[in-house]
């Protein structure tokens, strides 16, 4: 059974960084798209950023542009999320999910229903 796993969240202050990983089990996520999310409560998931499956195409929400970087390792069947000069706006519960490699334009990399195996999520909280 597919498993994603997330881990590297916690709490820090604007202006600095975490690196978020993304574990595969079940499965190889090397023909798979991958991305990273972002909910807060009441408001929809939205997409972050995301990577195709030979990492060759990448994508970002323009708010973290520039800030995050977006990157896999499909020897050691993980993701991962780069996240540089953070804003207390980038406070969010944060998961990652893959696709079956196909249509990879940037509408659909970053729309959470092309999407279908996810993982639980990873807080990630910010302060001023």
């Known amino acids: 059974q597919a498993h994603l796993v997330e881990s590297g969240g916690g709490s820090v202050q604007a202006g600095g960084s975490l690196t978020l990983s993304c574990a595969a089990s079940?499965?190889?996520?090397?023909?798979?798209?991958m991305g990273w999310f972002r909910q807060t409560p009441g408001k929809e998931r939205e997409g972050v950023a995301a990577?195709?499956?030979?990492?060759?195409?990448?994508y970002y929400t323009d708010s973290v542009k520039g800030r995050f970087t977006i990157s896999r390792d499909n020897t050691k069947n993980t993701l991962y999320l780069q996240m540089n000069s953070l804003k207390p706006e980038d406070t969010a519960m944060y998961y990652c999910?893959?696709?079956?490699?196909?249509?990879?334009?940037?509408?659909?990399?970053?729309?959470?229903?092309?999407?279908?195996?996810w993982g639980q999520g990873t807080q990630v909280t910010v302060s001023p």
């Open positions: 999910a893959s696709v079956e490699g196909g249509t990879f334009y940037y509408r659909q990399a970053l729309s959470p229903s092309s999407y279908t195996v």
């Open positions: 079940g499965y190889t996520i090397s023909n798979t798209n």
């Open positions: 990577i195709s499956y030979g990492s060759a195409v990448t």
